[in-house]
């Protein structure tokens, strides 16, 4: 039997060519205009073939594969965004995948691909009243089936399917929290079978499939189980390891680390109306906005029944925000720490300086610190232990599954000519897509090549892409229906 292939559209951080290549699938081509999501499957995939805009590209002209996946853009489409639905300018791109998954098919005599995979968030359900689920699911079964005409119920349901005879569509909303990673990030995904009846046998028949992923904390999704022999890496879950730092274990919890030894304060933090909720147990949406301002990261706080924390905002009138305490990391997502967002945020405690040039020190059984000028504005507080600091990249990353590895060694020092081309036509194409003004010169690319890591290109990378755990889910049991059914 030939290998199974997979291309993807709205590439992103990769986690669908991760996914693939874990379970032996080859990732052969993928399609993205962001730089910095498209330097970092470069590094990881060296084979992977880029195909840029997807607006440019014909699917009869590029290699067929079994499996087309694509999240894509869903702004317009989240409850968190304007609502513009399928019509809006970014999340209208769904049609373009549509087109080029028709184009293969037309090329290939209706051969490939075999299986499609649509992820987006849950707001598809409600958005434009529900009509744009419909129209989801309508132009998906006009592949196999023009004249189809699919109804609308008054509300979708977070699971379903269409059997039709030749082929068949199921759609399951998937939690993060319970495959193994101490996030709250609910996505829809969607299969789509044209060989057969399989979309169904794949989402739902998990007694069938060594696949199960075992849940971050009490809560159960029928979806959780024990775990099987198919993969470990749907068991990552973050670990203290002492200081600032959050390591990868395989080991079951479903608690943040943030100092060694002692169970974190995970909190939700809406720094807009200084509202927060918890303690949470589960970490709420990380955002592809994180880092950029309004101070509404999740964060994290240590004996919070001990020391009062302090947060203060960067850019509101607020100067103190209250925290609770939680185990597992709200959602990655869009909002992150834009302050005109609402949604809440992600930060970490970390141990206070003990240095004299900081006032704020670790806190000393009667003794006061250092009494300063500056008092004034802020004056220390004895028990003030501990201090907040936002999510890292790293972590972000550990908390949609990823390995540590993923970012790292980006740098290319000497590139060549045709690296240069390369990029070259990347940023030409980011440019227009976003109606900027200044083109990057050959310099100004060397230059980003040598260090193209920031906190902001790597948050939104991660706010928009996807759980591995939850792809590894739906890629086993494709894997297992295609190699049965040949």
């Not at 193994?180 to 609910?186: A, I, N, T």
Request: with cysteine; hydrophobic share 30%; net charge positive.
């Amino acid at each position: 039997m030939s290998q199974l292939t997979v291309g993807s559209l709205f590439s992103g951080s990769g986690g669908f060519e991760l996914g693939a290549m874990i379970l032996g699938i080859k990732a052969v081509w993928a399609s993205e205009v962001e730089p910095f999501p498209i330097l970092v499957t470069k590094k990881n995939f060296p084979n992977l073939v880029h195909l840029g805009d997807i607006n440019n590209i014909n699917g009869g002209n590029i290699n067929p594969v079994d499996i087309i996946t694509f999240g894509s853009p869903c702004q317009d489409l989240s409850i968190a965004g304007q609502r513009d639905g399928l019509s809006g300018s970014k999340s209208n791109l769904f049609y373009e995948a549509i087109r080029v998954i028709k184009e293969m098919r037309e090329n290939t005599n209706e051969k490939y691909p075999r299986i499609i995979i649509w992820e987006n968030v849950c707001g598809a359900f409600s958005s434009s009243k529900g009509e744009d689920f419909r129209q989801v699911l309508e132009q998906i079964s006009k592949i196999k089936c023009e004249n189809i005409s699919i109804p609308k119920p008054s509300k979708w349901k977070n699971a379903g399917c269409i059997m039709g005879g030749t082929f068949s569509i199921a759609w399951r909303v998937l939690d993060a929290q319970y495959f193994g990673v101490p996030q709250r990030r609910k996505r829809i995904f969607l299969v789509a079978d044209f060989t057969g009846e399989g979309a169904r046998e794949i989402l739902f028949n998990e007694e069938s499939l060594p696949r199960y992923f075992e849940s971050c904390s009490d809560k159960k999704q029928e979806v959780t189980g024990v775990i099987g022999e198919c993969t470990e890496i749907s068991k990552y879950c973050l670990m203290d390891q002492g200081g600032e730092r959050l390591d990868v274990t395989l080991n079951k919890t479903g608690t943040l680390r943030a100092q060694s030894n002692h169970p974190p304060l995970v909190f939700e933090n809406h720094s807009q109306d200084s509202r927060f909720k918890g303690p949470l147990d589960i970490t709420p949406t990380l955002s592809s906005n994180l880092g950029t301002g309004g101070n509404n990261q999740p964060f994290v706080v240590e004996n919070i029944a001990n020391y009062d924390v302090r947060f203060t905002s960067l850019n509101t009138k607020n100067s103190r925000y209250k925290v609770y305490e939680t185990a597992t990391s709200r959602t990655l997502d869009t909002g992150g720490n834009n302050p005109n967002a609402n949604q809440g945020g992600v930060a970490i405690v970390s141990i206070y300086s003990t240095s004299k040039n900081y006032h704020h020190t670790k806190a000393i059984k009667d003794q006061v610190s250092t009494l300063v000028a500056s008092d004034y504005k802020d004056p220390p507080i004895i028990n003030d232990k501990y201090s907040v600091r936002r999510i890292t990249p790293l972590e972000c990353s550990r908390l949609q599954g990823f390995p540590d590895y993923w970012c790292e060694r980006l740098e290319l020092l000497n590139p060549t000519d045709e690296d240069l081309r390369f990029w070259r036509e990347v940023f030409e194409t980011n440019r227009k897509i976003k109606n900027g003004k200044k083109q990057k010169t050959d310099n100004n690319i060397r230059t980003w090549l040598k260090n193209p890591y920031s906190d902001a290109a790597q948050y939104k990378m991660w706010g928009n892409g996807v759980a591995l755990p939850c792809v590894l889910y739906i890629f086993s049991g494709v894997k297992k229906y295609l190699e049965h059914s040949e």
